[in-house]
């Protein structure tokens, strides 16, 4: 078990919470992977600015925001874990292993979404993310061919 005060990712600097989820060489590379699979050029590098460019991207019930959300939320949660897991059970998955059961996560839960638009955009994402075109609303003719 360690406790020493060094970050158990990059085992290079003192953890703090800033370095520990933005600043360290680890979370930085799942961070950036985290970012592509969203379309996004460049993830913030602080808790605040994380928080004010979220507010910002943020909004409503599109299939971006939702992805943008659930992103968020799993990748603090993946990093966290995997921090964990080093820490009190010296097991070590690595960042191809970590970014995929993030994916993972994500996946599992933009697949059980229903009636989101049809758009490039969302077929976008949808093909980033290896989801099913059976999220979107069924195509209904808006008028009569009579």
Not at 135 to 142: H, V
């Amino acid at each position: 078990m360690q406790l020493d005060g060094i970050c158990p990712l990059c085992k290079f600097v003192d953890e703090t919470h800033q370095h520990l989820f933005f600043k360290c060489s680890f979370s930085t590379v799942v961070w950036q992977h985290m970012a592509t699979k969203n379309m996004i050029l460049d993830m913030p590098g602080s808790l605040v600015e994380v928080l004010d460019w979220y507010c910002g991207q943020v909004n409503g019930k599109s299939l971006n925001s939702i992805s943008l959300q659930c992103s968020l939320a799993a990748t603090v949660y993946g990093l966290w874990r995997e921090r964990n897991c080093r820490i009190f059970q010296g097991k070590v998955m690595g960042h191809d292993k970590v970014m995929r059961s993030i994916v993972a996560d994500v996946r599992d839960f933009l697949s059980s979404r229903r009636k989101m638009k049809q758009s490039l955009e969302n077929q976008s994402l949808c093909r980033n993310w290896g989801l099913s075109s059976r999220i979107f609303l069924p195509f209904r003719f808006l008028g009569s061919c009579l």
